[in-house]
């Protein structure tokens, strides 16, 4: 599907006249931030990108990794199912990763997917080791399967980068369950992914938040189903470090929920 993506937006971008008239700017004008959303209409099969250009331009994929780390843990056998327990190891990096005590504690895989206890999930890559990392990432067509940082935590620090359209591809894999995993492990991680839910809707995602190269680089990338349709969606923002904007880690599900009502009541 990756390869069909430029064609797939450029066709339903310019010609859908209704979308085309709607300002998919204004939401993160009111952010004042800079960044873009890609989204896949998964019934009419169409892709709608915010900056057509940004959502093929890779970066670091931060902790929406956990995604595909979950079900990689789960396959590899490192993990049984999302109630393991990891084990605090009492300490951490608070200059990488900020200081955050609400989760230096003993806490199960479906804890740290939901606060995203980065350490968890570090400690979890050193036991699954690159290569296997490497084997399942380009059998999923997962990025640029970069790992060459020798930090464990790859997905935060280095040159593993993956796009938003990417982001979409596997996210539907993750839906159709076409992946290379066990049903098991997409049944746990779908659970784990619930965000929201409502009486004609749930929203599964993750968000993802990286500070490398002096650059604030934040996600939230997932799947709405609704009225009988799913639709797909990755919001990237990106701002230099040095410019504050409290409202940051607020506007990457702000921006994200007001394109997505815009795109499904058109």
């Known amino acids: 599907m990756f390869g069909k993506v430029l064609t797939s937006l450029l066709i339903f971008f310019f010609g859908h006249h209704s979308l085309a ?3 998919f700017q204004q939401p993160f004008e009111d952010c004042q931030i800079q960044g873009s959303t890609t989204i896949y209409d998964y019934n009419a099969k169409k892709w709608i990108a915010t900056d057509l250009d940004d959502s093929h331009i890779k970066t670091l994929p931060a902790s929406t990794f956990k995604i595909v780390n979950t079900l990689i843990a789960l396959e590899t056998g490192v993990i049984k199912s999302e109630n393991d327990t990891v084990f605090w190891p009492g300490s951490t990096d608070t200059i990488k990763y900020g200081y955050r005590p609400e989760i230096y504690h003993n806490m199960t895989v479906k804890e740290a997917f939901k606060s995203s206890a980065g ?7 050193e036991q699954i080791g690159k290569e296997k990392y490497k084997k ?5 067509h997962y990025g640029n399967v970069d790992l060459s940082n020798s930090d464990p935590d790859f997905w935060n620090f280095g040159n593993f980068a993956i796009s938003p359209a990417n982001q979409i591809d596997i996210l539907i894999g993750v839906y159709e369950e076409t992946l290379p995993f066990k049903k098991e492990s997409f049944k746990i991680l779908k659970s784990m992914m619930i965000e929201e839910e409502g009486d004609h809707h749930v929203i599964r995602a993750k968000t993802g938040w990286t500070r490398d190269g002096g650059k604030d680089t934040g996600w939230w990338v997932g799947y709405l189903e609704t009225n009988g349709n799913v639709y797909f969606f990755a919001t990237r923002l990106i701002k230099d470090r040095k410019n504050q904007n409290s409202n940051f880690a607020n506007c990457r599900k702000e921006i994200t929920k007001k394109i997505l009502k815009m795109v499904v009541n058109n």
């Open 21 to 23: 008239q709607i300002n």
């Open 136 to 140: 399942y990432l380009s059998k999923i």
């Open 119 to 125: 350490w968890v999930y570090v400690l979890l890559a």
